[in-house]
Each structure stands twice: as structure tokens, then as C-alpha cells.
């Protein structure tokens, strides 16, 4: 939504189990490299006189490169202010990279008591065992388990991993210059706020516009640390609708034409008709697309876009709504107003992005059609972040006074919520995602906020269907499902502030059956 000056350098967090390659593991804290194993089971001298990365079974000239270009860099990531060849010994030559394994361990937590995604209360102390990536049982009887490391929970509550429906991984840690015109570094910035977001407590993201696919690649991959991204590739916009930020000297557009810097970066990309969306839109779904985005109306952050006006006609957007049901999934559309809204409904659209302006009528089409409406409670240092006299300012002062509104609509209508930051260029404020989630309390119960930041969340994913990247459930703390899961020090029911201080808050973080930050006292 909006521009904010950037942030200082943000403390590298204490990570755990980063990195696994046929047998060996990489360790990182403070942004240092501290050892390498060729074997998990056995580990350099803690004497080690450096901060080294040695990279064992290497094998030929291609692999040495693709080391160099892109599991060096990763590591590395974030590390500002520092030359590289200051602090790290590097001794590389190739690797062979395989798809990444499932933990083969198992995690037993005892004494927890759980906020299982769904309910509105914490279950009594309870045991739960982790086995590889799933959480295989839950038992207030104890639970033996042969050689499973053990978290005893001394009582605190262990609930899902959070999940950030609107969500921007490519376009936080950057400027607007460098998100479009220096891909190389945006890439490695997103890759540092990648790990910051897991750190956060965010298992899960929903990006929904930005060229995040390499990203989602390393993070699946294990060369990055961070969550898991379920997304849309590039926002599909129209010339002069909300995500053409190209310039005057720009134009004239010529359909089929060569694409401008900001469309070859892949954040989002202009067309003008129904068959230039569906070539844009095969494109994502070609590159790992789990669902599309269309802006149907104008937005805040696009200086050409009016929000009063409807962008796409409605043959332009069911011709992106045909398309994504051919690959088993569906179209998201970013629309504040009624008529855009409407027009997406009639389109085919599942879900709508804001609504921010809608009225009362719109909202119960909304609930009637059974789609979802995707709410950010923007914070005001956003709108204060937009310059005074800005077109984009006064945008946002039209759009604020909507937002509490829009929330009492989707209670008043039962309207399937979901809840999201939509953080754009600004560290600051991706700092504040959890504080963000904790704003809700202006509606809703904690309790309320909580589940639709994990079971609700989960449940808008699964519309991705046969592009769901993470088959398996999510969200929810029960046999079965995925174990994203959070160790909490405090009860964040009673609290919801607890979401906004994870540093101290959050004690264990688990994705995908691996744990990555454990700061329980031995």
C-alpha cells in the first residue's frame, strides 16, 4: 500500500537447522556462518577459529557455480555494512542438489496445553508427538517415543504456525527502484525478510504479487530459511490500473510488444485484452502459480490508477477466471469499490482483496455468492508514511475510514474473513505483521483473531486445489496435519499482544516437522 523510508539493518535471529544437503547441515547465528558438518552426527570443535563454510562431496564445474551463485548468497543474506571477504572463510567446490527430504526424526511435546486453529479454548495439558513432518498424535496420556527429542512445555500453549493471507515477499525489503529495476538485490533482500517472517511465528504466506517464485524455490529447497509461500507470480493489470507503475516515457504500449523493466522483473505485468490475459496467466500457472491475481479498480500505491475506476472489463476478467479453472484453482481480484467488486463476482472471481469502499448491498453479495473477502487492518504509520499533497495520500484518506466498516459488514453478514498485513517497501513495518494481526482485537475476540490467522487462513489455501504446493493440512494442531507449530510463552487467548513481541513470545517455532528457533530454558 504504501512507500516508507528504509529501515535499519534488523538483528540477524538465532536459527536452527537451516540447511540440509545429502547428509550434511548448516548451522547459522547472528548472520555468522558457525560450522558445516559433513555428518548431522558430527559436529566441528566448538574452538573453531573462524566463521568458516566448508561444503563437502563436490562434484564438477556446474555445481561449483551454482554454489557460488546461489547457496553462497543465500547464506549470506542480510548481512549489511560488512565486506564478505571480512568475516567469512569460504572454501566451495560444488555440490549436487537434490529435492529436499522430509525430517526423518520425531519431536515429542509434553505438557502443553493446545489452541488447536478451530476452537476458542485451550485443550487440557496434553502431549503431542511430531513424527517427520506430521503430527502423528495428541494424547493427554503420556506418549512414549523411542529417541524422540523432547520439548517439555511446562504447561505453555503450543498452537499452529500464523498465516499471512496478503503478503508481498518480494516487495518488502526493497524500494520501489530496486524491486523494479535491480532484481539481484531484491531477491536477496526478500531472502533476509524471508527468515525474519518464519521468526516472526509466520509459518505461511499467501503472497499475492511479485516475482517471488525463485524465492519460494530456495526456501523449499533449504538454501533460505523462511515460510511457506503459496504464490501468485505477477499482479495482472491493465495500462494505467493499479500495479502499472511504468512511467510516461514508457508509452505508447504496443500489444505484444517488447515488456518494460518493470514487467521483465515479473511484479506485475500490463494487458489490454482477453487473449493477453490468458497468455499472462498461463505464464504464472507455468512458473508455479498456486493461484492469480487481477487488480479490478484502482489502488492507493498506483499514481495513475483512480480508485473510483473499474480497470478490467468483464470479458478480460472471466477470461482469467476460465484459465485458472482449467488448472484447478482461482483468480483473486484486488478491488475497493462496488462496481469492481461486482464485476468481479459476475466474472467468476473466489476471492476479493480490501472492499474498503464497499457498500452494504456489496457486502451481501458477498455472503450470498459464498465468496471470500481478504481484510488488512492497515496501520496507520502506512498512511502516514505516504507523503502530505500525494495523489497517493489522498487515496488513503479516502480509503482508512473504510476499513472499520468493512470489518463490522463481514461480521454483520458472516462473511468468510480472511485476515492479511499487505506490507509494501518497508521493513518498519513488516516488523509489525504480528502487531498488525494483534489490531483485530478492534473487532474481534482474541480467540476470533487467532483462528482466522490460522484455521480460517488454511482454509482460504486450500482453493488452490491442484496447485496447492503443500498438499496436506494446515492451520490446525491435530493427527494428521502439517507440523507448523509455535511454542508460546504465555496464553496469546487471553492476550493477543502476545503475536506482536516474538522474540520473547514465541519459544519454539517448528516448520514442516523442523524446528528452527528453540529458546526454551535447558
Not at 52 to 71: A, C, I, P
Not at 105 to 114: D, H, P, Q
Not at 305 to 317: H, I, K, N, Y
Not at 452 to 471: D, H, I, Q, V, W
Request: charged content about 20%.
Amino acid at each position: 500500500m504504501t512507500c516508507c523510508p528504509r529501515a535499519a539493518a534488523e538483528p540477524r535471529p538465532a536459527i536452527v537447522a537451516a540447511s540440509r544437503r545429502r547428509g550434511w547441515i548448516v548451522q547459522r547465528q547472528n548472520a555468522k556462518v558457525v560450522s558445516a558438518r559433513v555428518q548431522i552426527s558430527r559436529s566441528l570443535p566448538s574452538s573453531h577459529p573462524q566463521p568458516m563454510l566448508r561444503v563437502h562431496e563436490m562434484t564438477g564445474l556446474r555445481t561449483y557455480l551454482l554454489s557460488l551463485l546461489f547457496l553462497v548468497p543465500a547464506l549470506l543474506v542480510g548481512h549489511s555494512g560488512v565486506g564478505l571477504a571480512h568475516d567469512y572463510a569460504i572454501e566451495v567446490s560444488g555440490v549436487e542438489t537434490e529435492p529436499p527430504v522430509a525430517p526423518t526424526g520425531s519431536v515429542l511435546f509434553e505438557n502443553v496445553r493446545i489452541f488447536d486453529g478451530k476452537a476458542s479454548t485451550l485443550s487440557p495439558a496434553s502431549n503431542v508427538l511430531v513424527n517427520g513432518n506430521l503430527i502423528e498424535r495428541i494424547s493427554t496420556a503420556p506418549i512414549e517415543a523411542a529417541g524422540a527429542k523432547v520439548i517439555a512445555g511446562g504447561g505453555r500453549v503450543l498452537m499452529p504456525g500464523l498465516i499471512d493471507a496478503h503478503w508481498h515477499a518480494m516487495l518488502i525489503a526493497s524500494t520501489p527502484a530496486e524491486a523494479m529495476g535491480d532484481i539481484g538485490f531484491a531477491n536477496l533482500a526478500a531472502g533476509d525478510e524471508a527468515t525474519h517472517t518464519l521468526m516472526r511465528g509466520f509459518t505461511t504466506v499467501r503472497d499475492v504479487g511479485g516475482p517471488v517464485f525463485g524465492l519460494k524455490r530456495a526456501i523449499d529447497s533449504g538454501i533460505v530459511v523462511g515460510p511457506r509461500i503459496y504464490p501468485s507470480g505477477a499482479m495482472i493489470t491493465v495500462t494505467s490500473g493499479h500495479g502499472d507503475f511504468r512511467q510516461f516515457s514508457d508509452l505508447p504500449r504496443t500489444i505484444g510488444g517488447p515488456f518494460t523493466p518493470m514487467e521483465r522483473n515479473g511484479g506485475s505485468i500490463v494487458v489490454d485484452s482477453p487473449d493477453e490475459v490468458r497468455l499472462r496467466v498461463r505464464e504464472q500457472f507455468m512458473q508455479g502459480a498456486a493461484h492469480v491475481k487481477l487488480t479490478a479498480g484502482g489502488g492507493v500505491s498506483s499514481p495513475f490508477s483512480p480508485l473510483d475506476v473499474t480497470t478490467f472489463t468483464e470479458p478480460e476478467m472471466r477470461a482469467a477466471v476460465e484459465i485458472a479453472e482449467n488448472w484447478g484453482t482461482y483468480v483473486i481480484a484486488h478491488a475497493f469499490t462496488t462496481d469492481a467488486i461486482k464485476m468481479a463476482i459476475a466474472a467468476g472471481v473466489k476471492c476479493i482483496e480490501h472492499g474498503f469502499l464497499m457498500d452494504e448491498e456489496t457486502a451481501k453479495l458477498i455472503a450470498e455468492k459464498d465468496i471470500w473477502l481478504s481484510l488488512q487492518p492497515l496501520p496507520e504509520m502506512m498512511r502516514l508514511g505516504l507523503r502530505e499533497g500525494s495523489v497517493e495520500r489522498a487515496k488513503a484518506e479516502e480509503v482508512w475510514p473504510g476499513i472499520g466498516r468493512t470489518y463490522e459488514l463481514a461480521k454483520k453478514y458472516k462473511i468468510k474473513t480472511a485476515w492479511g498485513t499487505d506490507v509494501l517497501f518497508s521493513r518498519d513495518l513488516a516488523r509489525q505483521q504480528g502487531a498488525i494481526l494483534a489490531s483485530l482485537i478492534r473487532w474481534y475476540t482474541p480467540a476470533e483473531a487467532l483462528v482466522m490467522a490460522t484455521g480460517t487462513n488454511a482454509e482460504l489455501l486450500t482453493l488452490s486445489g491442484k496447485r496447492n504446493p503443500y498438499p496436506g493440512k494446515l492451520g490446525v494442531v491435530e493427527e494428521g496435519a502439517l507440523a507448523d507449530l509455535l511454542l508460546v510463552d504465555g496464553n496469546p487467548l487471553e492476550d493477543l499482544q502476545l503475536v506482536a513481541k516474538p522474540e520473547t513470545s514465541f519459544l519454539v517455532i517448528m516448520k514442516d516437522g523442523r524446528i528452527f528457533k528453540d529458546t526454551l530454558p535447558n
